[in-house]
């Protein structure tokens, strides 16, 4: 006859087992992850605004582009609606983007490189209002439609 030990197994002692044998477990499984870290790129900001207001935005999804129409105070101040007419000295400035993904924020675009800068200034000459057209960044564009939008934008609300 042979004799064998066989300790008592406390149900708190075998639960206290498993889970510390499953939290070393888990610890394991979840240090064990990829090591590469992605560096942040900023892209270049190649549009200083010098102090310029955003007045609107715009969306194209079929080009892929995205424009934001600047502004100095006189010309923020005309598309809020605080002047009735127009003074002079009012600079617009409406930048266009090739969208890009956004590599933080699933499914959104954000501006990349700008495309096209349009600049207008209104001028007073002999008691009228000149409007002086420029393209800084050379693209196509339809001259008048630019000038009427600039003129004629209304400010976006932003939160």
Same mark, same amino acid.
């Given at each position: 006859?042979? &004799? ?9 002692? @075998? ?5 510390? @044998?499953? &939290?070393?477990?888990? %610890? ?23 102090? @310029? ?5 715009? %969306? ?14 006189? +010309? /923020? ?16 400035? @409406? ?60 400010? +976006?609300? /932003?939160?």
């Amino acid at each position: 006859m042979y &004799l064998t030990f066989q300790p008592k197994i406390n149900n708190k002692m @075998l639960y206290m087992k498993n889970a510390i @044998l499953y &939290l070393s477990l888990i %610890l394991v499984f979840c240090s064990c992850a990829s090591g590469v870290n992605k560096k942040v790129h900023l892209r270049e900001y190649a549009f200083n605004d010098s102090g @310029l207001k955003v007045i609107t935005a715009r %969306l194209n999804d079929r080009s892929g582009t995205m424009s934001t129409l600047y502004g100095n105070s006189a +010309a /923020f101040d005309w598309s809020m609606g605080k002047n009735t007419s127009r003074i002079g000295g009012e600079v617009y400035k @409406l930048v266009t983007y090739k969208q890009q993904d956004h590599a933080f924020w699933y499914g959104s675009r954000i501006n990349g490189k700008v495309i096209q800068v349009e600049t207008l200034q209104l001028k007073q000459q002999a008691g009228r209002i000149v409007p002086v057209y420029t393209i800084e960044y050379p693209g196509p564009a339809d001259t008048l439609a630019s000038i009427n939008y600039m003129m004629n934008a209304t400010a +976006a609300y /932003f939160p």
